[in-house]
């Protein structure tokens, strides 16, 4: 799909915003909750109030100008509270852990009925807690970071901060590197540490080849929040890779049970960074780390919709618990239909659907920040109505069929992009390649409140009783440069659960046409991929099957790595599956490596571990350094403990390699069900996939 021509400009949108002609919207206030000036890593709460002469609903969106002047939006538009005619925008907590310097914070108030608008900006001055030639370190709301502040260092160095236990015992830590930017002072997020230690922390700057250590300054860390839920982590080490001693884990659950938070441990499952979600039920789709520290979330809170928090928010989470920046999905409804979208409106309101009736209901299962220039792509449910009939349904009404989005923000989260795999403008040849004739593999459907399903809108009297959940995508990965060895624009691969495939979306930096360009997986109901699979192995079924999170390794260049949680594959014969008889393994998920070449169009297995047990959803992996391979084995049932847990592995090659059978397990960290995890380097430096 090419750009649409409609493409949102936030910045000269925002400059319109400030005086226009007719403005029936008036901001009474924007206060914050300490007077300014304040330090760095203080917890500022700004709070917005406004009048509309129009019926509303009015939102909010919070804006920052950091002292070099870059614009950033923080908080999108969301919609305030009324009371006494007066909107209310929901608080906007903010906590500056950047350099010190004059702020400017500008709230926009804004219907989107009737389009009016204004704004209104306020300064508030940051200040440095680095002071002479000593470094400071302070506590964060969460006991396992630091907030480190060193002095200014010269122009063209950089600097990172370097921890260790006060016993000696462990290697010295660090964070990534930072560019110094004179005169101001450099201030750290320090995490991956361990609960109820005592730490040396100091500042180590390099300038050229040389690296000068600061004083050091001391710092302990407090026991874990007893008002936080922390599973146990059993850890079994053996032959790990030393160069990822980092597993992070996002613990989920879709059973009443237990909330846990994201967990960060070692490789012996002992616990060095959390974070409980900022929602209503302290839960989150971890979809991937973030350079330099952090996360990006999928949250359940509360949007434009008011009888609905089910992910409704995507949010980018420093190491210390912050919002760093967030966006939602009634906003970004909004910006889908600026740009000429027919299924990405808001599902709010239809009482009737019928035939045709469409609406993009929530985000789900991934996001990802590696495109060019700091933009972000992440996945949508989209529900459309659909003849009786469709996909086989017998119910003799109108079918719900749910179906996914694309969309790419740019480096301000504003849409930009979309795809769309109901809408032939705006999905490519999608109706060839995907035609909506092909139903899930397995018929899989939602109901009004089905576990692993997005939160449905469209169900009704008038409606088939059962959605069918069609596509199920559940990650997605740019290809930089499509593997050549020459730049040129990438594409965007995502995974279909449902469909046993990997599709590739002719994306090419935001000019690609939206088509399909091929499609990766097995022979089902006589319907194939566009590759045949060199089965090296005589495997009876060497595709995988509801697989997740395909990402191609080493930059692109492979190669791809694969969680093949197997549920077709081990699904009844009479479904096309092999039934119980899935020797040699033993109906298990499996960990996948695969190359493929897009010129012969073939597959060929690089690994096909089995993993010991069968997980009927979610999952990870992973190629690391040493050539070892992470699997995340997230919803294994031990029926001898009566319970379900998520095993983190690392599995080594054996000779001869490659390898296709039982693995050689090197690490294997137990704990609850996941729904990914990661083994890093450290909390700042993410897997490259």
Known sequence: MKTPNKTLSFLVGLLALAAPAFATVTIVSLKPSHASPQPIGKVITWSATATDSSSGPLTFQFNITLPNGTLMMIKDFNVGTLSGGTWTARPFVWVPTGIEGSYKIAVVAKDFKSGSSTSKTATFQVTAVASGSTPVVEKTSNVLVALFSAPSCAAGSTMRAAYQEQTGGAPTSVTNWVTCHPPHTMTFEVAGMYPSTAYNMYAQTKTGGNITDSSTVTFTTSALPKSIPFPTF????????????????NPITFVAGTTYPDIATDVTGKIIWYYQANDVTKSDVLTRPVVGGGTITLQDDLAWDPTVTQEQFLRQIDLAGNIVRETNMGVIQQELLALGAVDGGPCTGITNPTVGTACAGSFHHDAIQTLPNGSMAALLSVERIYPPGTQGDTSGKPVDIIGDMIIVMNNNWQVVWYWDSFDPANGGNGYSKLPISRTATLAETCGSASSGCPPMFLLGSNIAPLAHDWLHANSLYYWPNNGAATSQPGDIIWSSRHQDFIFKIDYKDGTG????????????????????????????????????????????????????????????????????????????????????????????????????????????????????????????????????????????PTNPSPQVGPASVKMNVAGPQHYRGFQMQSLYVPPTT
Request: aromatic letters at 12%.
């Open 234 to 249: 059993t850890g079994q080490p053996a032959g790990t890779d030393t160069a990822y001693p980092v597993i992070l884990h």
């Open 513 to 652: 046409t939206g088509n399909i360009l091929w499609r990766m997986g097995p022979t089902i109901a006589g319907a194939s991929g566009d590759f045949t699979f060199v089965n090296t192995w005589n495997d009876p079924w060497p595709w995988f099957s509801h697989q997740h999170d395909f990402g191609i390794e080493n930059g692109g260049a492979g190669p791809a790595t694969i969680f093949d949680n197997g549920d077709t594959r081990t699904a009844p014969v009479a479904e096309g599956g092999l039934g119980g008889n899935c020797a040699p393994f033993d109906c298990d998920s499996r960990g996948m490596a695969i190359t493929f070449s897009e010129s012969t169009m073939q597959v060929t297995p690089v690994v096909s571990f089995d993993l010991g047990s069968y997980s009927t959803a979610m999952g990870s992996a992973q190629l690391l350094s040493n050539g070892n391979y992470f699997f995340e084995n997230p919803i294994v049932f031990v029926v001898s403990k009566g319970a379900t847990f998520g095993y983190s592995m690392e599995i080594a």
